[in-house]
């Protein structure tokens, strides 16, 4: 059981890039499949990108090309490098872990545990 701790929001550019860290707090993500999140003001929380511990990644349409996915096994952190922001881009975004190590899902409901969100603002 882990607990996923976001950092690296802010505000940024149109334009701009900015990358996000996931790392745990009582474990390590070792054998798990991290996901992205993001939900914006009066939206539904949707998938961004999700890889697995074997190395499978699955992005958004939204994302794909910009955004990329990435995970560092020595440092349990997983990271979410966002470039080309565009101001659609601002939403919370929370990082979720899931104990399987195959497979990444888009489904919320799939995933088990969640941190408690790192706010992203993109200006026009």
């Known amino acids: 059981q882990v607990q996923p701790v976001e950092s690296g929001g802010g505000l940024v550019q149109a334009g701009g890039s900015l990358r996000l860290s996931c790392a745990p707090s009582g474990g390590t993500f070792r054998g798990y499949t991290m996901g992205w999140f993001r939900q914006a003001p009066d939206k539904e929380r949707e998938f961004v990108a999700a890889?697995?511990?074997?190395?499978?990644?699955n992005y958004a349409d939204s994302v794909k090309g910009r955004f990329t996915i990435s995970r560092d096994n020595t440092k349990n952190t997983v990271y979410l490098q966002m470039n080309s922001l565009k101001p659609e881009d601002t939403a919370v975004y929370y990082c979720a872990a899931r104990p399987s190590p195959w497979g990444t899902p888009v489904e919320r409901n799939l995933y088990n545990y969640w941190g408690q969100g790192t706010q992203v603002t993109v200006s026009s």
């Open positions: 890889m697995s511990w074997r190395g499978n990644i």
